[in-house]
């Protein structure tokens, strides 16, 4: 099947703290695999991406390497901030569709404590 | 440059009524997407458009449930009659060209359906 799994929340840390919420997929082949952010009241937003295996996305201090041997995609931070709290996302589009349609986890919801 | 609008912000109504959600997307996008986010089931695919036809409705989850995109700059979801199950915060989103690579959807600010 096409799908995403996530770890589930919710995640408290203090902080500077360290983060990794894990993601792993199931897919035929090597999709490209995304992270999206849901800070409180806004809609979703693109984090990060990589569009092959091996690939590392980034952005914002945030890290994601995809790793094909574990089929995994995990979301790393060194050090949060109390700015970082939000639910967060891993997703994949759907082999299927050339049309931009993605699957979407369900979500980690990670609070920052000062 | 304006994101994707979404009207209302915010809807209160009374079971059995009539609700309309609109969605304008950003200029040039060809894809169009309405996601229902609810605590338990989380993010759900409701619909998505390409070039203002409906592609995949398998998510819409009954007959109540209807979408249209007349044109290219505007997009409504309507639930008729409403029910208290469907209280949700409803998202619109767009993407522009093969999305599968860059695998940005620009979301909506959301539009939070209260049915009491």
């Known amino acids: 099947g096409n799908s995403v799994t996530q770890m589930e929340g919710p995640v408290t840390l203090s902080e500077e703290a360290f983060l990794t919420i894990n993601c792993t997929y199931t897919?035929?082949?090597?999709?490209?695999l995304f992270w999206y952010v849901q800070y409180p009241g806004e809609g979703l937003q693109l984090l990060l991406k990589?569009?092959?295996?091996?690939d590392k996305g980034s952005n914002k201090g945030f890290e994601a390497t995809y790793r094909k041997e574990t089929t995994s995609f995990h979301l790393e931070k060194g050090s949060v901030q109390v700015s970082d709290s939000a639910v967060y996302f891993c997703?994949?589009?759907?082999?299927?569709?050339?049309?931009?349609?993605?699957?979407f986890g369900r979500g980690t919801q990670l609070t920052v404590w000062p | 440059d304006a994101g994707v609008i979404q009207s209302p912000r915010h809807e209160v109504t009374e079971m059995g009524q009539e609700v309309t959600l609109r969605c304008k997307p950003i200029?040039?996008?060809?894809?169009l997407f309405w996601y229902r986010q609810t605590m338990m089931r989380g993010l759900e695919l409701l619909i998505y458009?390409?070039?203002?036809?409906?592609?995949?409705d398998s998510g819409m989850p009954e007959d109540r449930f209807s979408a249209k995109m007349p044109n290219a700059s505007f997009s409504t979801l309507k639930i008729q009659p409403s029910e208290p199950r469907d209280s949700a915060v409803y998202f619109c989103?767009?993407?522009?060209?093969?999305?599968?690579?860059?695998?940005?959807?620009?979301f909506g600010e959301g539009s939070r359906l209260t049915v009491l």
């Open positions: 200029s040039g996008h060809n894809s």
């Open positions: 458009f390409n070039n203002n036809v409906p592609i995949d």
């Open positions: 897919a035929t082949g090597y999709p490209s």
């Open positions: 989103a767009s993407s522009a060209g093969r999305a599968l690579l860059d695998g940005e959807l620009f």
């Open positions: 990589a569009t092959k295996a091996d």
């Open positions: 997703a994949r589009p759907d082999r299927g569709s050339t049309l931009g349609r993605l699957y």
